[in-house]
């Protein structure tokens, strides 16, 4: 079915029916993405102030057959949030739909509109005393609707989970223009079937979140950070298994450094103080999050001498101060801005059982030799099994030169990955970059009822056109 463009019978439809300061100048950044890959041609660009202007928008839209794009932060890595392509859209920006609305701390609940700034929701959580664990270097520009629509991982899903698992209720404003008020604070609903996690993770290919219940936490008494150089990726899934044989679920983040990457940072980023004189090959960022008279320093000086005790540990700093802490986590969060700096031939967001993973590693690196000198840089979330795996050019030659090679190398890498029971998108969705690779991975009666629901709550194809599923007919 085709759409048409947000033209301007179409802004001044708008105009008609809503306050004049909905629609906004449109800067270039809303047409761009954080790795460039995309760039957006032309788009309308309105920024709501309630539920009830979204809805008008989008029955606007639907009644006129224009596309609308959700856009909360643009920090999407899979370019979800800029249409390349085809007649001009409506984005639809959350950016001032920005109220926490409600706190309760005594259930451990709040409930925020869905353009409040990740940063921002985690804030209010810690002035009421309680955690919102919800942890990504994006967080000071990603807004919680994103971060919802993508089902963000980030640091602290070992933990808590994804954000799938801190979410109780949504508002949203489905394609027909109509809202679905569930923003309720039940963690028990048996109701039939669940809108809201249909509509987490979709991309906004099903509708605008325009509000959530979130799940908060209690604030771990003691935090624990440190860096433990280990033998091998294989070392750094052992010490996960035995820290937690230790702490149980008191084990908050584990995340696998490389050394090309930290090499890289110091490159690109020298003043981001590193923990090592010289760069192990292996190294994993821990954290820990502990009860109420319990010392994180002898948890962790216990947890790295298990570790030597069995010779996966091979060095290790522990955090004595909250700076050093940040120091740390610092050089984990800068690792995408020094990749970005280097510029990669590609990036991938992949997952795989824990009991996988070494062995994957050995076997991509193997696969990627065999295709030419390049340099790898594999970190990630080794304790939810989510590995960023990224190829860059060889040394000192630009990536432009490989550009013919990337769509192989990812080919190749994706392929193993399904081969060995994994993901070929962990965190990031699938957006525009991976809508051929669902549909060459995806189990087909997955897909097909995927596109069952599409079609159901969405018949005309308004909602994110061409991101996740290739538009119908
Ligand atoms: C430096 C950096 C680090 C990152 N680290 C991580 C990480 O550790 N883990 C991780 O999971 N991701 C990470 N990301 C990716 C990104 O931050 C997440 O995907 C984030 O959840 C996107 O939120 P956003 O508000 O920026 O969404 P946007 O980029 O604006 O949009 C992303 C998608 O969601 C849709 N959408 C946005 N808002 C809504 C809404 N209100 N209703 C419906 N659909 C909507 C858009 O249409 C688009 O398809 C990182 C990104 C950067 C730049």
Redesign the pocket.
């Known amino acids: 079915m085709s759409l048409n463009p947000a033209d301007s019978s179409f802004e001044d439809l708008i105009r008609s029916h809503l306050p004049a300061e909905v629609l906004r100048p449109l800067a270039p950044r809303y047409l761009e993405e954080?790795r460039g890959q995309w760039q957006g041609h032309t788009a309308l660009l309105a920024a709501p102030r309630s539920v009830d202007e979204v809805a008008t928008l989008v029955r606007l839209a639907s009644e006129a057959r224009v596309a609308v794009?959700?856009?909360?932060?643009?920090?999407?890595?899979v370019g979800?949030?800029v249409m390349p392509a085809g007649p001009a859209p409506l984005l639809v920006s959350?950016e001032r739909m920005t109220q926490v609305r409600a706190v309760y701390p005594e259930e451990n609940v709040l409930i925020c509109e869905?353009g409040t700034v990740l940063a921002d929701v985690q804030a209010a959580a810690r002035a009421a005393g309680r955690l919102f664990p919800l942890s990504?270097?994006?967080e000071g520009?990603?807004?919680i609707?994103?971060?919802l629509?993508?089902n963000?991982?980030?640091?602290g899903v070992l933990r808590y989970g994804n954000t799938r698992d801190l979410c109780l209720g949504l508002e949203a404003v489905l394609p027909s223009g109509e809202t679905w008020h569930g923003l309720k604070r039940l963690r028990k609903d048996n109701t039939g079937y669940d809108l809201r996690h249909l509509l987490i993770g979709s991309?906004?290919t099903l509708?605008?979140?325009?509000a959530a219940a979130l799940k908060l936490s209690p604030q771990p008494a003691q935090i624990g950070t440190a860096i433990f150089a280990v033998s091998s990726p294989q070392a750094a899934v052992s010490l996960l298994s035995l820290a937690r044989d230790q702490l149980g679920e008191m084990v908050s983040a584990f995340e696998l450094l490389n050394g090309q990457g930290l090499a890289f940072l110091q490159q690109t980023l020298p003043d981001i103080r590193q923990p090592f004189e010289k760069a192990p090959q292996w190294s994993v960022l821990i954290e820990v999050g502990l009860a109420k008279g319990m010392s994180p320093q002898e948890a962790l000086e216990q947890m790295f001498q298990a570790g030597h005790d069995v010779g996966i540990v091979t060095d290790g700093v522990i955090a004595q101060s909250g700076q050093q802490a940040d120091d740390f986590w610092s050089v984990r969060e800068h690792i995408?801005?020094a990749n970005k700096r280097v510029g990669a031939l590609c990036s991938h967001d992949m997952s795989l059982p824990l009991g996988e993973l070494a062995r994957f590693i050995d076997r991509a690196d193997a696969l990627i030799r065999k295709m030419g000198d390049f340099r790898v840089n594999c970190f990630g979330h080794v304790g939810d099994g989510n590995l960023h795996y990224n190829v860059f050019p060889p040394e000192g030659q630009n990536r432009e030169a490989f550009k013919h090679l990337r769509g192989d190398v990812m080919r190749r890498l994706h392929d193993l990955v399904d081969e060995m029971g994994g993901s070929v998108s962990a965190?990031?969705?699938v957006?525009r970059l991976k809508v051929d690779d669902l549909e060459r991975y995806a189990d087909p009666t997955k897909l097909s009822a995927m596109r069952a629901i599409k079609a159901a709550l969405d018949p005309k194809g308004i909602m994110?056109p061409g991101?996740v599923l290739k538009p119908a007919g």
């Open positions: 954080p794009i959700p856009y909360g932060g643009g920090t999407g890595l979800g949030q959350l869905a990504l270097a994006a520009t990603a807004r609707g994103g971060n629509a993508t963000a991982g980030g640091t991309e906004g509708g605008v979140i325009t995408p801005e965190e990031h969705g957006g994110n991101a």
